[in-house]
């Protein structure tokens, strides 16, 4: 089992990035996936995860509006794009995959637990200038 995540760079704010988290070893559509981030000096947070059985979407607030993900089965990959950035959104990013109380974590709607994550991709970071 291995996640990849890639896709980070510099970018200057407003601008796009967008992330991938390519899986081996399993299917990634049989999983919740989260994407995390974790800016420096601070505690790594769930940014979006998005359920597997019912296609339920979790923001958070601060990214609500500008991030999308995004699932290509045939590439086994899930897509973070990112929008409008802020300098505020400069962090390490982390795909991880989840299974049933991640999944149910997602569609009731509730911030991620990363005790609810099995695996973890290595991480990408991104850097927005302002």
């Known amino acids: 089992v291995q996640l990849q995540a890639s896709g980070g760079g510099l970018v200057q704010a407003g601008g796009s990035l967008r992330l991938s988290c390519a899986a081996s070893?399993?299917?990634?559509?049989?999983?919740?996936i989260g994407w995390f981030r974790q800016a420096p000096g601070k505690e790594r947070e769930g940014v979006l995860c998005?359920?597997?059985?019912?296609?339920?979407?979790y923001y958070a607030d601060s990214v609500k509006g500008r991030f999308t993900i995004s699932r290509d089965n045939a590439k086994n990959t899930v897509y973070l794009q990112m929008n409008s950035l802020k300098p505020e959104d400069t962090a390490v990013y982390y795909c991880?995959?989840?299974?049933?109380?991640?999944?149910?974590?997602?569609?009731?709607?509730?911030?991620?637990?990363?005790?609810?994550?099995?695996?973890w991709g290595q991480g990408t970071l991104v850097t927005v200038s302002s």
């Open positions: 991880a995959i989840g299974s049933v109380s991640a999944d149910y974590t997602v569609r009731i709607g509730a911030p991620p637990e990363q005790w609810e994550y099995d695996h």
């Open positions: 070893g399993f299917t990634l559509d049989d999983y919740a």
């Open positions: 998005a359920s597997s059985s019912d296609g339920s979407t």
